[in-house]
């Protein structure tokens, strides 16, 4: 079974600009979680989409935002990006209850200049 | 709320020694927890979960951990370190507010470096 993929791995952009992250969860997850890991900060929770709806999320700021499409991938925008938006970006996915736990992607580690 | 709290930023241990990593919790119901482990530069990989059933919860790469209610904890323990497990590791709650919500509250993590 694949896990929860995510492209790219790495990515650096200039500050202002637009960075798109994508994801792509298990087979059969229709739960789609996004979460910031940036140094010093641990994790913090960002978005939460299910059968295509943003059920929930996380303090920040409305450039952040993202969608997920009928086949339950998703897609993280980021938009006039800043240098503390430098992070490594998670994606996750679930079946059923979030509550009973996540599977974990690789990331993508944006790098903004 | 929810919270949870990693005691020690950073764990030393020698290879072959008991791994000691402390979680405690604080949940109004009872919980759902979760140990997670993270290797340099990448995702995080579930060890174990603790789901209501029994209290002593076996993982992967000889890992456990033992649900104690009273003490609102959840340590993790292996018995012999081995020098792949220098990692940094994860607890994590969720209760059924994290059904509405669909957040695990994580800790802030614990670094465990493993001596030759």
């Known amino acids: 079974e694949a896990g929860v993929t995510q492209s790219p791995t790495h990515l650096i952009k200039t500050r202002g600009q637009q960075a798109t992250l994508r994801c792509s969860p298990i087979s059969g997850h229709t739960s789609v979680y996004w979460y910031q890991q940036a140094l010093g900060l641990g994790l913090q929770f960002l978005l939460w989409?299910?059968?295509?709806?943003?059920?929930n999320r996380g303090n920040f700021p409305p450039r952040f935002s993202g969608r997920q499409f009928p086949n339950y991938s998703s897609e993280l925008n980021v938009n006039a990006l800043e240098l503390e938006d430098s992070a490594l970006y998670l994606c996750?996915?679930?079946?059923?209850?979030?509550?009973?736990?996540?599977?974990f992607g690789s990331g993508t580690r944006l790098t903004v200049v | 709320a929810q919270s949870v709290t990693q005691l020690g930023s950073h764990v030393s241990v020698s290879e072959g020694a008991l791994v000691l990593l402390r979680c405690n919790y604080s949940s109004s119901v009872p919980p759902y927890l979760f140990w997670y482990v993270q290797y340099p530069n990448q995702g995080l990989q579930l060890l174990l979960k603790?789901?209501?059933?029994?209290?002593l919860v076996k993982g992967i790469n000889g890992f456990e951990a033992e649900f104690k209610k009273s003490e609102t904890s959840f340590h993790l323990t292996k018995p012999s370190a081995h020098m792949s497990d220098a990692a940094e590791y994860f607890c994590?709650?969720?209760?059924?507010?994290?059904?509405?919500?669909?957040?695990?509250?994580f800790g802030q993590g614990t670094t465990l470096q493993v001596k030759p």
């Open positions: 989409y299910d059968e295509g709806e943003e059920r």
């Open positions: 603790y789901t209501s059933a029994a209290t």
């Open positions: 994590a709650v969720s209760d059924r507010g994290s059904s509405n919500t669909g957040k695990l509250i």
């Open positions: 996750a996915s679930s079946v059923g209850r979030p509550g009973y736990g996540y599977t």
